[in-house]
């Protein structure tokens, strides 16, 4: 009687691993390195190159295509462009 109920019990279980395997999807996301420049401040070409907030490194600049450029306390400036860095150096 046991053995009857066993492929029901299985395909039961594999069911509701589906189920939660479906509902916990990753979404897309980004993975930033855990480094933090001396960023001064911070200018974007969206917003009329006005002194911004400093971030602490390009991947921390939420849309690549604002082209923000993060000015350092040595003078070095990095372009943060559609997910390649420029550097200036004075």
């Known amino acids: 009687m046991a053995c ?3 492929p029901s019990i299985i395909l ?7 189920i939660l395997l479906e509902e916990t999807k990753v979404g897309e996301g980004k993975v930033c ?19 911004l907030p400093s971030l602490c490194n390009c991947c921390l600049v939420d849309h690549p295509e604002r082209r923000c450029t993060l000015h350092l306390h040595n003078g070095i ?14």
């Open 33 to 51: 390195p855990l480094y933090c420049l001396k960023v001064d401040y911070m200018t974007c070409m969206s917003s009329g190159h006005k002194r």
């Open 4 to 6: 009857s109920r066993t």
């Open 77 to 90: 400036a990095l372009h943060c462009y559609n997910a390649t860095t420029t550097t200036t150096h004075p």
């Open 12 to 18: 039961a279980i594999l069911l509701c691993g589906v």
